[in-house]
């Protein structure tokens, strides 16, 4: 199991920013797509954001398209999402996770971190 790790989560206003961050250990992220998740209290994770092991593809669920953004930096074996404009609606907890494929569908992917939380108040 490859550990990914979630940070740059908290509490924030409605219309504010965040910038989550995934990371992993070694150069483990440069081989995978890599997908940003999340999950409200009560309901099933969604898909977010994908972004292909180049970088040079991406993806956005409808509910965040020109709102967020997924990029990734092989250097620092991160990958992030920048949030903007952020809704009472954005509040879930978010997960990173690595599939072997680009793609939307959680089910594609293998590794997953443990969360971070985003707090959205109005």
């Known amino acids: 199991q490859v550990p990914l790790v979630e940070s740059g989560g908290g509490l924030v206003e409605a219309g504010g920013s965040l910038r989550l961050s995934c990371a992993a250990s070694?150069?483990?992220?440069?081989?995978?797509?890599m997908g940003w998740f999340r999950q409200a209290s009560g309901k099933e994770r969604e898909f977010v954001a994908a972004i292909s092991w180049s970088g040079g593809d991406t993806h956005y669920a409808d509910s965040v398209k020109g709102r967020f953004t997924i990029s990734r930096d092989h250097a620092k074996n991160t990958v992030y999402l920048q949030m903007n404009n952020l809704k009472a609606e954005d509040t879930a907890v978010y997960y990173c996770?690595?599939?072997?494929?680009?793609?939307?569908?959680?089910?594609?992917?293998?590794?997953w971190g443990t969360g971070t939380q985003v707090t959205v108040s109005s």
């Open positions: 996770a690595a599939a072997p494929y680009y793609g939307y569908d959680p089910k594609t992917y293998f590794y």
């Open positions: 070694g150069r483990f992220l440069s081989s995978y797509a």
